[in-house]
Nanobody, 122 residues
Framework: QVQLVESGGGLVQAGGSLRLSCTASGSIFSINNMGWYRQAPGKQRELVAIITRGGTTNYAESVKGRFTISREHAKNTVYLQMNSLKPDDTAVYYC????????????????WGQGTQVTVSS
């Protein structure tokens, strides 16, 4: 089993910044993609940003230019630097990780963190 522990959420005023962290531990085999998703009240969970094992990144249009995802392979950690925050960014943010299934090609276990609340006041 793999456990994901998130930190860094909180309350911030519009225009402010927060940095989220997510560290994986447990029976990790080989981490592929790591990413951040968010879910606002009454809405579906949506992708915020993803980073591949090779470092390629992809962002939701709504956060491009404001958010930056990065990872430290040695620490099994992914970060999300969030700048110029808006009230629309208010949501629970979830860390996601793909861990390769041993002995297979392109088959992964999918793990989620418990979520961290980000609230942006106007």
């Amino acid at each position: 089993q793999v456990q994901l522990v998130e930190s860094g959420g909180g309350l911030v005023q519009a225009g402010g910044s927060l940095r989220l962290s997510c560290t994986a531990s447990g029976s990790i085999f080989s981490i592929n993609n790591m990413g951040w998703y968010r879910q606002a009240p009454g809405k579906q969970r949506e992708l915020v940003a993803i980073i591949t094992r090779g470092g390629t990144t992809n962002y939701a249009e709504s956060v491009k230019g404001r958010f930056t995802i990065s990872r430290e392979h040695a620490k099994n950690t992914v970060y999300l630097q969030m700048n110029s925050l808006k009230p629309d960014d208010t949501a629970v943010y979830y860390c996601n990780l793909q861990d390769a299934v041993p002995g297979t090609d392109n088959t992964y276990f999918n793990y989620w963190g418990q979520g961290t609340q980000v609230t942006v006041s106007s």
